[in-house]
C-alpha cells in the first residue's frame, strides 16, 4: 500500500519558520516529481511547490523566496522548509507525488498525504 505521510506542522508566531516532511512507504518515488499543496479554511487547494527527480524546482510566486523544496531520495521523502511566515500561510499542507511535473503541479497526480495543519499566528 503506497503512503505519504506529512510531519513537522504545528503552530507558530509570523515570522517563524518549519519544517514539513513527507515520508513515502510502499513503492519508491525516486523518479517521480513530488510536490506540495495547501489549503487555507474556505479556500481551494492551491499548489505550493514541485521538485522534479532531478532537483529542479518550481514555486508559487506567493512562497517564492520563502519557501525552499527539498529531497532526499535514499530516504523516500521530500522536505518544504518554510521561513519568514505569515497569517496567510496558514492552512493544511498536503504533499503529493506524479508521474510529470504538470500532474503534480495541477493536483492531478495520483498520490496524496492526508495533510498537516500549520497554524501562523499575527
Known amino acids: 500500500q503506497v503512503q505519504l505521510v506529512e510531519s513537522g506542522g504545528g503552530l507558530v508566531q509570523a515570522g517563524g519558520s518549519l519544517r514539513l516532511s513527507c515520508a513515502a512507504s510502499g513503492r519508491t518515488f525516486i523518479n517521480y516529481p513530488m510536490g506540495w499543496f495547501r489549503q487555507a479554511p474556505g479556500k481551494e487547494r492551491e499548489f505550493v511547490a514541485v521538485?522534479?527527480?532531478?532537483?529542479?524546482?518550481s514555486y508559487a510566486d506567493s512562497v517564492k523566496g520563502r519557501f525552499t523544496i527539498s529531497r532526499d531520495n535514499a530516504k523516500n521523502t521530500v522536505y518544504l522548509q518554510v521561513n519568514s511566515l505569515k497569517p496567510e500561510d496558514t492552512a493544511v499542507y498536503y504533499c503529493n507525488a506524479g508521474q510529470t511535473m504538470g500532474a503534480v503541479t495541477s493536483g492531478r497526480s495520483a498520490y496524496w498525504g492526508q495533510g498537516i495543519q500549520v497554524t501562523v499566528s499575527s
Open positions: 521538485i522534479s527527480w532531478s532537483g529542479s524546482t
